[in-house]
């Protein structure tokens, strides 16, 4: 006689697994969610669109990519749900638009409740950092397909938010002589795992490594979770109603390419390296890898995990709101005309200062 468990999928692991997470989920909550976890669908009250002129519903997708791997290899899962929250909900809060919920998907090989609850754990702490709601997840075990060591997972998540139309943020505001605000980034975020991975393979570095430039070891650094700007750009959309331009999430492809995307036709954004310095982490993995400053700049951030384009007048107050919610920042370039037929370039000038 067969079973499903003798198949590889146990049944009471992930039951016990959503019984260990019901705690941390519970903290991420909004008072609009309906009901609580464990029916088949989430349900948010969405009356309070009724007070709005012409809701626009605004939605991202997305996930962590190979980090996952380093949070296997060291066996520690607690962050790389934030990390999850952060990739989905700062590409919503670009736009202008409020998150108001989240789900997950997190795929194992095999379900150790401990560490689906620890995976988890992150996700409701980030949802809590972004005032988004965790209302529904599925985990998947899938015996033989992601990897045989019997711990392989990845995780996925998707959030809803809701933005005014006539408050909708982006390129269509974005005006010659606009200011760049930057935004630190903490760390590598979740994007470039493969190089850092590769880089460790071809260099022998081990992830419990001490490196005396970071302070710590190595896997310390690259789980650092990645910063949450979501309440951060909130804020500033309450504050500089008709200055503020729009925001661009540091993610793939780097500064200048993201900045890019929110650019119009025949404008171009200037960074300024000399205005910030290259993190020490990025700086560090980049020289004993032989890493290339083009490849690096369009692998990882450089420091910067969130720009937002306000009026050349206003960047005072963008820069005293930031400050008054804890958040360093500064000025790190200009919008100015393209001076040719190419459409939304954006260029870094200078050296990084040391």
């Known amino acids: ?121 992150g996700i409701a702490r980030g949802c809590v950092k972004a005032n988004t709601a965790l209302i529904g997840g599925e985990t998947a075990e899938h015996p033989g397909l992601l990897g045989e060591s019997g711990n392989e997972f990845d995780i996925a998540g998707a959030a809803t938010g809701v933005v005014e139309a006539n408050m909708q943020l982006g390129s269509h505001l974005v005006q010659a002589g606009d200011l760049l605000i930057a935004m630190p980034s903490s760390g590598f975020h979740a994007n470039g795992y493969s190089l850092i991975r590769h880089i460790m393979k071809s260099q022998k570095l081990s992830l419990g490594a001490y490196v005396s430039e970071f302070g710590k070891t190595a896997g310390e650094v690259f789980l650092t979770p990645t910063e949450i700007y979501t309440l951060d750009c909130l804020a500033l959309i309450r504050s500089m109603s008709g200055v503020l331009r729009g925001f661009s999430h540091i993610t793939g492809g780097g500064l200048a390419e993201n900045t890019a995307r929110v650019i119009p036709d025949n404008l171009c954004a200037i960074y300024d390296r000399s205005t910030w310095s290259l993190p020490i982490e990025m700086e560090y993995m980049a ?49 100015e005309p393209s001076g040719d037929n190419e459409s939304r370039r954006s260029y870094l000038v200078s050296e990084f200062k040391g």
């Open 1 to 121: 006689m067969s079973t499903y468990k003798d198949a590889g999928v146990d049944i009471d692991a992930g039951n016990l697994a959503v019984e260990l997470m019901k705690a941390s989920i519970a903290k991420a909550m909004r008072p609009e969610v309906v009901g609580g976890i464990g029916g088949f669908a989430g349900l948010f009250d969405a009356s309070l669109l009724k007070a709005m002129k012409r809701p626009l519903l605004a939605t991202s997708t997305d996930g962590v990519g190979t980090k996952t791997e380093i949070a296997r290899a060291m066996g520690k899962y607690d962050t790389i749900g934030e990390d999850l929250v952060a990739m989905v909900v700062d590409d919503l809060v670009v736009c202008g638009a409020e998150p108001l919920f989240m789900t997950d998907y997190i795929a194992v090989t095999k379900v150790i409740p401990e560490q689906i609850a620890e995976i988890v754990a």
């Open 287 to 335: 020289n004993i890898g032989g890493v290339a400053q083009a490849d690096m700049e369009r692998t990882w951030n450089a420091g910067i995990g969130m720009v937002a384009i306000v009026a050349p007048d206003s960047s005072d107050l963008a820069l005293a709101s930031l400050a008054a919610r804890g958040m360093r920042a500064w000025v790190a370039g200009i919008v």
